[in-house]
């Protein structure tokens, strides 16, 4: 990756880099993928499917619905409510 490319993607996933960033971000970057090549030529010919799928399924809990915060609970603690609603700060910008 050169500098173009990493201001692309950063100009894409709108992050402002200074310049100064950039040696540092690259190097990063180098790392990063140097990271994922290794895992890419690691040998899992000895995990089979079923451990990876236990594992996964063991993270999950149990998709219930459950009693949430009453509409007059969540308006005592929200910074700002307004007519029923939690009103939060502006965070996109058009």
């Known amino acids: 990756m050169d500098e173009k490319e990493l201001k692309n993607i950063a100009n894409l996933a709108k992050l ?3 310049d100064s960033e950039v040696s540092s ?6 790392r990063i993928v140097q990271y994922v090549d290794e895992i890419k030529n690691l040998d ?6 079923d451990e990876i799928y236990e594992q996964i399924f063991y993270e999950l809990r149990k998709d219930l619905a459950e009693n949430g915060l009453k509409r007059d609970d969540l308006a005592k ?3 700002s409510y ?10 996109i910008e058009t």
Do not use: C, H, R
């Open 82 to 91: 307004e007519n029923g609603y939690v009103v939060v700060p502006k965070v």
């Open 16 to 18: 402002n880099i200074e």
């Open 44 to 49: 899992t010919t000895s995990v089979g499917d």
């Open 25 to 30: 971000m690259l190097n990063d970057f180098s």
């Open 77 to 79: 603690i929200a910074p």
